[in-house]
């Protein structure tokens, strides 16, 4: 076309070379510009879509570590309710410790404690006593012989007659029993020194003298002394009750009738047998032995068929009604029957001897020296006692309080332990994932620690048994939790060991991508240099290229 521009082939080939040249310039400073070889699929599709895959798994393994960092964090928040908890554990264990040393001390003590609030009763006559009645307090003093206070009841307040309980025995004694109204108002009669003692009216009376059942109702002492027999075979009614210390209803040592050896289990109950100064404590007795638990049905043994001790004491241990709450024992080494309060459910145990004519069964229960005799027949008489275990002192309670207000702390400590709602210590589990497609995991199982699920029951303190229980569950406690603690720094090694590892990997596939599309800047500058040079030395050969057609315009 005649608009054509006609180039000579020199400066064409020269046109050309300086248009590769800066397209080459171009590339070389977008390069430098973004500091990468690949920028898009067009610059290399093999390395464009490589990287793409590197930096997307990088990308993904990144997020990722966001929910193992929070793993981290509520497996850390489960380990400091773990460490809290193990103090509060470790001090109910030391809470139980004292416990066992207060009961050891306590059971120097018998104690009796009503069930009425007497603090506002000003007059005795008024809830069912007469001022008359008297009440019979035997226990034995320091060298083992028996004494008797008779306290008149009078028209006086209850703290009076405490108070007269306590000054008869200061006064006439040594001291040996003591009266109170502790803090709920209860009257609380207890003895020193380990003595068991016996309330009961004159055993040769049972007159108008004597207190009556509503009597010992109005003082909230109904439950504990029972109307009995008297054993004079007239039917006179009686209130006795045998106070003993500890959780142990002991016999004094039964000895054969004859050659001095003491009796065996084996031995028949019917037999003839003496105490140690050769008096005879059981004989001719052909008829039953009962013996119920809290008032409830009694456990029947027949004495009159040849069974021996050994056989009363399978008789208790074997009845489904009382074997969960006392236990018997026939110690042949010894010769001593023994009755055992397993249970804080124990108030009182009672037992009836029906003996025939001329029978005689006294083994001194609830006194190992014999001197107080809290239960005898003689004759054709059926004679009943009831023996009450010592119950908690006021400094087993307030351990048993403090204990049990550990247990509300176990409980709001656990609930306080949770992290973006999720508590490892209250049953929750915790899953974390390593890689993109959730197929590597770990799965961190919670446990519930809350004092029911430790084990920890409300305490009582009332015995050995129960204290001893307690100590059990708290040991077990915290042995528990000792060891999901270790689970736990198991667990958080190894998601931290994964979290370097993710952080290691995320770091090789970015390398990997870079290597792949990142521009070396040295090579790339070195690069733009020599072009740069290459389009000066392109624009001076373009520039004699045309200096021929130069020559032409000298001709005009």
């Known amino acids: 076309m005649s608009s054509d521009v006609v180039l000579t082939a020199a400066l064409r080939n020269n046109l050309l070379s300086l248009q590769s040249t800066q397209n080459l310039i171009d590339t070389t400073q977008l390069r430098l510009a973004t500091g990468l070889k690949v920028n898009s699929a067009l610059d290399s599709p093999s390395n464009f879509f490589a990287a793409q895959s590197l930096d997307n798994r990088a990308s993904d393994l990144t997020r990722l570590l966001d929910g193992v960092g929070q793993s981290i964090r509520t497996i850390e928040a489960a380990d400091n309710g773990i460490t809290a908890l193990t103090n509060l554990v470790e001090q109910a264990q030391s809470i139980t410790s004292s416990a066992r040393d207060e009961l050891a001390a306590s059971e120097g003590e018998a104690r009796v404690t009503g069930t009425v609030d007497l603090s506002d009763v000003s007059d005795l006559t008024t809830i069912g006593l007469q001022a008359t009645e008297i009440l019979r307090i035997t226990t034995t003093d320091d060298s083992g012989n028996q004494i008797t206070e008779n306290i008149t009841i009078g028209s006086g307040s209850a703290e009076g007659l405490a108070a007269t309980i306590t000054n008869n025995f200061a006064d ?20 020193s020194d380990g003595r068991s003692f016996t309330i009961t009216t004159d055993p040769t009376t049972g007159g108008t003298t004597d207190i009556q059942a509503a009597g010992f109702a109005g003082l909230g002492l109904g439950d504990i002394v029972e109307v009995i027999d008297n054993g004079t075979g007239a039917g006179t009614a009686v209130a006795s009750a045998t106070v003993i210390a500890g959780n142990t209803l002991a016999s004094i040592s039964i ?6 050896n003491v009796a065996e289990a084996g031995d028949a109950v019917n037999g003839s047998f003496v105490d140690n100064d050769g008096n005879t404590i059981i004989t001719g007795v052909d008829d039953t032995i009962d013996i119920s638990v809290n008032n409830g049905t009694a456990v029947s043994f027949d004495a009159s068929t040849g069974g021996t001790f050994q056989d009363l004491v399978d008789t208790i241990n074997q009845d489904t009604s009382v074997n969960e709450l006392i236990e018997a024992n026939f110690d042949s080494a010894t010769g001593q029957l023994s009755i055992i309060s397993l249970s804080d459910d124990v108030d009182n145990v009672q037992l009836r001897v029906t003996g025939t004519a001329g029978s005689t069964f006294n083994i001194g229960l609830g006194d190992t020296s014999g001197n107080l005799n809290p239960l005898t027949t003689t004759g054709a008489n059926t004679v009943d006692q009831t023996f009450t275990f010592n119950s908690s002192t006021a400094g087993l309670d307030s351990l048993a309080n403090d204990y049990n207000n550990i247990r509300t702390q176990i409980d709001s400590l656990v609930s306080d332990a949770s992290y973006r709602g999720v508590n490892l210590l209250n049953g929750d589990d915790l899953t974390t994932f390593f890689n993109e497609n959730n197929s590597s995991q770990l799965t961190t199982e919670g446990a519930t620690f809350t004092a029911n699920g430790l084990g920890l029951n409300e305490a009582s303190f009332r015995s050995s048994a129960a204290i001893e229980l307690t100590s059990t569950q708290s040991r077990e406690a915290l042995s528990s939790v000792r060891s999901f603690g270790s689970s736990l720094a198991n667990n958080l090694s190894i998601i931290q060991t994964r979290e370097d590892f993710t952080k290691s990997t995320i770091n090789t596939l970015k390398a990997g991508a870079d290597d792949l599309t990142v521009a070396d800047q040295n090579e790339e500058g070195a690069n733009l240099l020599a072009l740069q040079t290459r389009q000066t030395l392109g624009v001076t050969s373009l520039s004699l290229a045309s200096q021929s057609q130069q020559a032409v315009l000298r001709l005009f």
């Open 255 to 260: 000895f054969e009738g004859t050659g001095g």
């Open 172 to 191: 006439n004694r040594a001291g040996e029993i003591t009266a109170s109204l502790n803090d709920e108002g209860f009257l609380s009669i207890e003895s």
